[in-house]
């Protein structure tokens, strides 16, 4: 008698929390944002984010890199980072420091480059630069070609020939009336007093670009711009920060995705994390799904393998942030109906 009493409790217990999994699973959960234009809908092919501005294709972060990116591949999302000059404009580039991409060094070897990137006390900082010091460089110089050419290397006039480095309002600017349907990624990359400078400057500069305000994610991986965005520019569609990424996938793996209330518009991440040696894949369509129920669009990065690229497509995602947009250009088309 004791047990099957005892059988029936664990009988009961097993039922609510089957019940509990059903429920929470079943219930549409509260979307993250109502309207978000990085979610593509059902059956359609993922966007093209050109990370960098399609670094493989043409000189990184350079308006020459965004030109073609957008006029001639045909991108849906232009893709980088920002950082605050030392006169406080806005300016796109992947390091907080220049030397790595132009001719601040003058003309010294790429492995002369490379070592004297390696030495934190030799590089030119953004933050310690003003725009008419960096636009003196030409963001080309290091660049080559399929055929290993460093073709922009002796280029007189880099302004006219866009490898000037890039300011947030000259992008908004160039394409605002031609391209008014262009999306944005960026990652404000400073903290502190900086960071927050950076955030009322973008706003203020979106603001003068009023279509671009809803067409337009920011993340950061500083916890206080996050904040910063939430609390003073609550209007901004913003992405997850690391930690806000991480609880929303293990609460999605474990089935309880009622118990994550973040409140970002895009989900960005790799194919996989790496925790303490661990492995810990993140391509699963289980996944693209749950987050779709919320409304959020699931980005993935940095995917330059075809392969990569065929999976993500057939996995549905939203987006596809690849250095090489020229070669997903053509992989999508194999897709199109």
């Not at 217990?13 to 929470?24: E, R, Y």
């Not at 999605?252 to 973040?262: A, E, K, T």
């Not at 369509?285 to 987050?291: D, H, I, K, N, Y």
Request: hydrophobic fraction near 40%; charged fraction near 30%.
């Amino acid at each position: 008698m004791k047990k099957f009493r005892a059988l029936k409790i664990i009988g009961c217990i097993l039922a609510v929390i089957v019940l509990f999994f059903v429920v929470v699973n079943v219930i549409p959960p509260k979307k993250n944002v109502e309207n978000n234009p990085f979610v593509v809908e059902k059956g359609e092919l993922p966007m093209i984010a050109a990370h960098r501005g399609g670094g493989k294709n043409n000189p990184e972060n350079t308006m020459l890199a965004f030109s073609e990116a957008v006029r001639t591949i045909g991108v849906d999302i232009i893709e980088s980072d920002l950082y605050l000059t030392a006169d406080g404009y806005l300016v796109y580039n992947h390091d907080d420091y220049i030397d790595r991409t132009c001719n601040v060094n003058g003309d010294i070897s790429e492995e002369e480059v490379d070592e004297l990137c390696d030495d934190e006390s030799k590089r030119h900082y953004i933050k310690d630069m003003t725009l008419a010091e960096l636009q003196q460089y030409n963001f080309g110089y290091y660049f080559k070609d399929k055929n290993g050419e460093r073709i922009y290397k002796d280029v007189e006039n880099i302004e006219e020939a866009g490898l000037q480095i890039a300011t947030v309002d000259q992008l908004f600017e160039t394409f605002y009336e031609s391209h008014p349907d262009l999306l944005f990624i960026v990652e404000i990359k400073d903290g502190g007093d900086r960071g927050r400078e950076a955030c009322r400057i973008l706003a203020e500069t979106l603001d003068k670009y009023p279509e671009y305000k809803d067409q337009i994610v920011i993340g950061t991986f500083n916890d206080e711009i996050e904040q910063e965005l939430k609390t003073n520019y609550p209007e901004l569609l913003r992405g997850a920060p690391t930690g806000s990424a991480a609880k929303f996938v293990l609460t999605q793996y474990l089935g309880v995705n009622i118990f994550d209330n973040g409140d970002f518009a895009c989900l960005q991440i790799p194919l996989s994390y790496d925790i303490k040696g661990i492995n810990i894949p993140l391509d699963s369509m289980s996944l693209v799904r749950r987050a779709h129920r919320r409304n959020i669009a699931v980005q993935y990065w940095t995917i330059n393998d075809p392969d990569e690229m065929r999976m993500l497509i057939e996995m549905g995602v939203d987006c596809i942030m690849t250095d090489d947009p020229v070669l997903l250009s053509e992989i999508l088309k194999e897709y199109q109906k």
